[in-house]
């Protein structure tokens, strides 16, 4: 029997690229969880059709990950990939039935997101000095970009001088699968931008023009140089475990949601597709409410 699934799955990984315009990092990640699929079926059960893909086939395999101490986190991304893998096919008329019915998708213990509290982002800014260079200069206002509006990295990395709107105190902000959001900043915020990229024009003769944020040498941001920038900073002023990127987008959502923020509003600043994806920050503010209910209430 003839292997079939080469053409099909780069069929899906373009309709990936091209019709839902997910970026390079997703279209992999599925790539490398269909090439890990396609081949364990090869090795445990030969040359199979997409059509000859039992459904036993997908639980053989999830058992697989399983026995290797996989996360159920990752299990599920896999069996996502998967479903809308043969989704896809189905509508392609590829194949009749998916060999995904009937599979179930193993539970997750939810962690609320670690976040940084407001008195220690106050310290950040307002006591921790900054080098009087051009990598201080960067360092702080990519500080001050992630905690204010609460971009991912790569919007971050690659957020352009056009991007930013001075008549409206605003940036625009080209997020996954290329839709573009507006987020309100401060007038201070809106100050340093403005102030950051006339610096960059009188201490470069060349640099990146494509983006805001340049290294010493005038070069685009690279991932490395934010993580690390983040660590560093909130090393000085936080002990929760994760210092990362992500963990400022997590403060910054959460800083709205216990100010009062609507969810619908804060959904919409993160350029979440769903409000499940959003919720997960209400879970924090309760948390507030009961310590708030704990330290005040008489009988708590």
Request: with cysteine; proline share 3%.
């Amino acid at each position: 029997m003839q292997q079939t699934t080469g053409q099909p799955v780069q069929d899906f990984l373009d309709y990936l690229k091209f019709q839902k315009r997910y970026s390079q990092h997703t279209v992999i990640s599925y790539k490398n969880d269909l090439d890990s699929f396609f081949y364990f079926i090869l090795n445990q059960f030969g040359e199979t059709s997409l059509q000859d893909i039992k459904t036993t086939f997908v639980r053989s395999w999830l058992a697989t990950l399983k026995e290797e101490s996989m996360e159920s986190k990752s299990i599920n991304r896999k069996i996502s990939t998967l479903k809308s893998f043969f989704k896809y096919q189905l509508r392609q008329e590829k194949i009749t039935i998916s060999p995904m019915t009937g599979i179930i998708s193993p539970k997750v213990n939810k962690r609320l997101p670690q976040f940084v509290d407001t008195d220690a982002m106050n310290v950040l800014f307002q006591h921790v000095e900054f080098p009087d260079d051009w990598d201080g200069k960067t360092q702080r206002l990519l500080l001050e970009l992630f905690y204010n509006t609460g971009i991912r990295q790569a919007e971050l990395i690659g957020l352009k001088e056009t991007q930013i709107d001075k008549t409206n105190n605003a940036i625009k902000v080209l997020g996954k699968g290329s839709k573009e959001r507006v987020i309100p900043v401060s007038a201070q915020l809106l100050k340093q931008m403005k102030e950051y990229a006339a610096a960059k024009a009188l201490n470069f003769e060349q640099y990146d023009k494509t983006c805001l944020l340049v290294t010493a040498s005038g070069k685009k941001l690279y991932p490395g140089y934010v993580y690390n920038t983040v660590k560093k900073y909130l090393g000085l002023v936080t002990t929760i475990d994760k210092k990362s990127p992500h963990v400022l987008r997590h403060t910054f959502a959460t800083h709205l949601m216990n100010g009062g923020a609507d969810l619908n509003a804060v959904k919409e600043l993160l350029g979440h597709s769903s409000l499940a994806a959003t919720q997960i920050y209400t879970h924090n503010s309760i948390e507030k409410l009961k310590d708030i209910h704990k330290k005040a209430h008489p009988k708590a």
